[in-house]
């Protein structure tokens, strides 16, 4: 297993470094941008597949998030520029189990339908969401009835993008 660095840079001091490596985590403090080996992320070019704080292994999804009563999908870092756009494949983690979950983002709520198939969902925020940003379900909403009659059932989110 190969170790990963991190460095705090200004843009000059990376502009300047003649080899980037692919296994560094760059943190231009001076333009609030981290770049990943080379690829700039956040302000410039918003991470395609944001990174989420905590996320699970599964047999079949390999990493997921989860979306229930106790776990909401938070987004590492703080976004200067607002994004208008979340695509989330959902599928309900007792495949039998079926309904619609209801999503808090930016303050705005959106009722998403989760089957047990992946299916992608768009969810488009009347403003765009910045700064710190969670997903959270509100599992206590009549209208989420991801549920088997007693306790709501996980959401698994196994692939996200944002723009």
Wanted: charged share 20%; proline share 2%.
């Amino acid at each position: 297993m190969s170790k990963v660095n991190f460095f705090k840079l200004t843009a000059a001091q990376y502009d300047s470094l003649e080899n980037k490596d692919a296994d560094t985590i760059y943190f231009l403090t001076d333009h609030k941008i981290i770049v990943l080996g080379s690829e700039k992320y956040i302000n410039e070019k918003k991470a395609d597949k944001f990174l989420v704080k905590r996320v699970f292994a599964h047999d079949t999804y390999g990493t997921v998030a989860y979306l229930d009563a106790n776990n909401s999908m938070d987004i590492s870092g703080y976004f200067a520029e607002g994004i208008s756009r979340f695509e989330l494949w959902l599928v309900s983690a007792t495949p039998t189990i079926t309904g619609n979950i209801v999503l808090n983002i930016g303050g705005e709520t959106f009722n998403v339908p989760v089957t047990g198939k992946v299916a992608k969902v768009v969810i488009t925020p009347s403003t765009a969401v910045k700064g710190i940003i969670s997903i959270a379900r509100d599992t206590a909403s009549a209208e989420d009835t991801l549920n088997d009659g007693t306790d709501s059932i996980t959401a698994f989110v196994v692939d996200w993008r944002c723009s």
